[in-house]
């Protein structure tokens, strides 16, 4: 829908932000808590029909989803679509500066984490976008976009909201506002809503840039993902379906920031050959690459997630080191629970109002367990691939991609850092 078309006065959840988080929070909230009324405010505008969305979320990376989050995506009904883009991971092969550390994880071995034999699939971000917006148009969601929140204000009853018509300022239609009885913030990382909201971020750079792009191979990767630790930080080399005959994959090469500008501007058959002596031949031989982007790492944390009203959800909540594949599957999590919550507590007959404190702070002491224990994985983990001693040893097997995507694993693990296993 354009924005023009319809001026709404009072919802009960208002979404800013059309990325994964809030798409996905949006169909979730569709299918647990029918009778709200779901606004979905994204700045952007939609393409039609099947044409790639414009949207940061939806880029050129491609995501590693969890066995957990493809449990997600089939009770939202989505499986049998997403499967025919995605590409099974069914293997983790994880290597330490060059050296093999054995078989990693395998869908067999860990059948318990494992989704209908796999560990988890990759999807493009690309591929996603789409499916996700297909499934929002088939439910009662109010997607309005494009439409840029200039302005939040909080007040006893949720949040009113000033937006407009288009992604900049200039040329923009008349400023319209929006009631809301709960107020979920998904505007991404540097949300300037949760600066306006007076919402400090506490942040740690990284000093590392995420290169991205995708590969060609000359041999099937066979649903091997692979993850390697180098002096410069982790890279992983992840499994994508194949298109027109050719064997591909999504690598993210994490590498010193005052790099990347140089590494993403070289010209294909020089990065190849830096990657191939980087990456080595564990995958056989690297044919082509795509154009390369390149991400500043951070670890970025909202000091506050929920307040009467307001939730904030995905990267403006947590912005997390990706190559350890967690941010979105954490965000899904997340935003299950947010809706089961809401839905638990009459969400679904509109009894109790979803942005009551009470209830948000049930959610959010339902979640805090899981992200401190993601975020301490995806932050402090790397320095222990340095060290010697059981627990990492055990890390060094599995890899950060392999606890990413067999969550149960890591209470294993953390149990072990803890001194807790018996
Ligand atoms: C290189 C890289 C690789 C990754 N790989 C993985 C992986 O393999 N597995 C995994 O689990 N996670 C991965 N992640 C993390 C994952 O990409 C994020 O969790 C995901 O993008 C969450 O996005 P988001 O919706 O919170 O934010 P965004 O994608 O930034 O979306 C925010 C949206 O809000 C809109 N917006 C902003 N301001 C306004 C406004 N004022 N009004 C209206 N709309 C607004 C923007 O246009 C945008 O569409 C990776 C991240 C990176 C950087």
Not at 119 to 125: F, K, R, S
Not at 254 to 260: K, L, N, Q, V
């Amino acid at each position: 829908m354009s924005a023009s078309e319809k001026t709404l006065l009072t919802v009960d959840v208002a979404i800013i932000g059309g990325g994964m988080a809030g798409a996905c929070l949006a169909l979730l909230l569709a299918k647990h808590c029918p009778q709200l009324e779901v606004a979905l405010l994204e700045q952007r505008p939609l393409p039609q029909a099947d044409a790639a969305l414009d949207l940061p979320s939806f880029d050129t990376r491609a995501t590693a989803i969890s066995a957990g989050s493809l449990k997600v995506f089939r009770d939202l009904g989505l499986w049998s679509m997403l499967k025919e883009y995605a590409a099974p991971i069914r293997q983790v092969h994880v290597s330490d500066r060059g050296h093999s550390l054995g078989a990693g994880l395998s869908a067999e071995r860990e059948s318990e984490a494992a989704f209908e034999d796999m560990l988890g699939a990759v999807i493009e971000n690309a591929a996603l976008g789409p499916l996700l917006y297909r499934a929002l148009a088939t439910t009662d969601t109010c997607v309005l976009a494009p439409a840029r929140v200039t302005g939040v204000k909080m007040h006893q009853g949720g949040a009113e909201l000033s937006w407009r018509g288009t992604e900049h300022d200039a040329g923009s239609t008349a400023e319209q506002t929006l009631n809301t009885r709960l107020l979920v913030v998904a505007d991404g990382v540097n949300s300037p809503l949760c600066q306006q909201l007076g919402i400090a971020t506490d942040e740690e750079a990284y000093h590392q840039h995420a290169l991205v792009t995708t590969v060609e191979l000359q041999r099937d990767h066979r649903g091997v993902a692979y993850e390697r630790f180098t002096d410069n930080g982790p890279m992983a080399l992840l499994p994508l379906p194949r298109r027109d005959g050719s064997h591909r994959a999504a690598l993210v090469w994490t590498c010193a920031s005052d790099e990347a500008e140089a590494i993403a501007g070289l010209p294909e058959a020089a990065f190849i050959d830096r990657l191939q002596k980087v990456f080595g031949w564990r995958a056989g031989r690297i044919l082509r690459s795509g154009s390369v982007q390149h991400y500043p790492l951070k670890l970025s944390l909202a000091r506050e997630q929920v307040r009467r009203g307001l939730v904030l959800v995905g990267n403006c909540a947590h912005f997390l080191h990706p190559v350890a594949g967690q941010g979105f599957n954490l965000t899904l999590r997340d935003c299950e629970t947010l809706a089961r919550t809401i839905a638990r507590h009459g969400g679904s007959s509109a009894q109790t109002a979803p942005g009551e404190l009470d209830l948000l702070q049930t959610y959010w002491r339902e979640r805090q367990h899981d992200q401190q224990l993601t975020i301490g994985f995806s932050d402090r983990i790397p320095p222990l691939f340095a060290a010697r001693n059981l627990f990492a040893a055990g890390l060094r097997q599995a890899g950060l991609l392999g606890l990413a995507l067999a969550p149960p694993l890591r209470g294993a693990f953390a149990r072990q850092a803890a001194g807790l296993a018996v």
